[in-house]
């Protein structure tokens, strides 16, 4: 299985980082590039994402901040994404995890989906009120408005 460590700050407080990444519902808003949209498919969330369709299922701990999201087919999940969310040393939200991927042999190649959740996570840290070409930043916007821990 591979593995794909990442940490970094955001500027808001621990509360609006942890239940933003927390409800499964808000991923096509902060990861569009991973996952475009979402629907209830027979009880089961079914993503649309950037490698098809898969199944996805998040369970959050809002007293340890840890948040688990997987993906997968219909069957089981095959990758894991692990996110910690804590106070951060100088304040707002330390987000720490790793991405955990199939490691080869199955057919699934998932750096687009790294990739692309880097860069989502990216522009959380950075999570400016409006994207480069001026338009509001569905994330940005949001976690601006909370304020540092």
């Given at each position: 299985m591979s593995l794909h460590p990442f940490t970094l700050t955001v500027?808001?407080?621990p509360?609006?980082?942890?239940?933003?990444l927390a409800?499964?519902?808000q991923v096509p808003r902060w990861a569009?590039?991973?996952?475009?949209?979402?629907?209830?498919a027979r009880g089961r969330w079914l993503g649309f994402t950037n490698l098809g369709d898969l199944y996805l299922e998040l369970?959050?701990?809002a007293r340890t901040g840890v948040i688990d999201l997987w993906a997968g087919?219909?069957?089981e999940p095959v990758c894991r994404w692990l996110f910690r969310v804590g106070a951060g040393a100088e304040g707002g939200t330390e987000l720490s995890g790793e991405f955990h991927g199939p490691g080869g042999g199955d057919g699934l190649d998932f750096?687009?989906?790294v990739a692309a959740l880097q860069r989502a996570l990216a522009k959380l840290a950075g999570h400016s009120a409006t994207d480069?070409?001026?338009?509001?930043?569905?994330?940005?916007?949001r976690l601006a408005v909370c304020p540092a821990a």
């Open positions: 500027a808001a407080s509360a609006a980082v942890f239940h933003h409800d499964i519902e569009p590039e991973f996952c475009e949209s979402l629907m209830l369970a959050a701990d087919d219909e069957r750096a687009p989906q480069a070409d001026g338009a509001p930043h569905p994330v940005g916007g």
